[in-house]
T-cell receptor, first 110, second 112 residues
């Protein structure tokens, strides 16, 4: 079982719609959860982090965490063509290692 | 400007020829890490360091070495590269292990 699994995608959404990305993790001791965005040929950059159960909103992005279900998600509202990228879920494990999912590629259709 | 730098950005080498990829950060971060990124596998952690002289294995450490003699530098050493180490490598740093990672621009390594 992989440490972090993401829905494989690719995910294609029309401009203005909501993109929903999901991530599950295996280590119950994980405490910190991150979403990174990676444009083609570029380095990952942080979009959101979340530590507590519930929702966290930042502009058009909302991260949701459910530790009991070992599930973290990212919603992108009012999707724009500039949101077209690969989104990486990352989980900081109890042993200080950081595990990434394989990523979900999102394409926003104009 | 706060940044993580890596050198070289591109490298083509032959099997068995030792190489070093340098990584430096100017943010006084304690935690530094190396990742490799392969299609379909995402980012996988090779080694990490929680502070000077403190390093530990990530999930895929075989065939790699690291050192942390200064806080700002964290070089990745491949003593005897093999073709299965052909990959895109990222160095990253953060204030602490559970904080945001700042990534370098990446090094694309090809081993023939």
């Amino acid at each position: 079982q992989k440490e972090v699994e993401q829905n494989s995608g690719p995910l294609s959404v029309p401009e203005g719609a909501i993109a929903s990305l999901n991530c599950t993790y295996s280590d119950r001791g994980s405490q910190s959860f991150f979403w990174y965005r990676q444009y083609s040929g570029k380095s990952p950059e942080l979009i959101m982090f979340i530590y507590s159960n519930g929702d966290k909103e930042d502009g058009r992005f909302t991260a949701q965490l459910n530790k009991a279900s070992q599930y973290v998600s990212l919603l992108i509202r009012d999707s724009q063509p500039s949101d077209s990228a690969t989104y990486l879920c990352a989980v900081n494990r109890y042993d200080y290692k950081l595990s990434f999912g394989a990523g979900t590629t999102v394409t926003v259709r104009a | 400007e706060a940044q993580v730098t890596q050198n070289p950005r591109y490298l083509i080498t032959v099997t068995g020829k030792k190489l070093t990829v340098t990584c430096s950060q100017n943010m006084n971060h304690e935690y530094m890490s190396w990742y490799r990124q392969d299609p379909g596998l995402g980012l996988r952690q090779i080694y990490y360091s929680m502070n000077v002289e403190v390093t530990d294995k990530g999930d895929v450490p075989e065939g790699y070495k690291v050192s942390r003699k200064e806080k700002r530098n964290f070089p990745l050493i491949l003593e005897s590269p093999s073709p299965n180490q052909t990959s895109l490598y990222f160095c990253a740093s953060s204030e602490r292990e559970a904080y945001e990672q700042y990534f370098g621009p990446g090094t694309r390594l090809t081993v023939t």
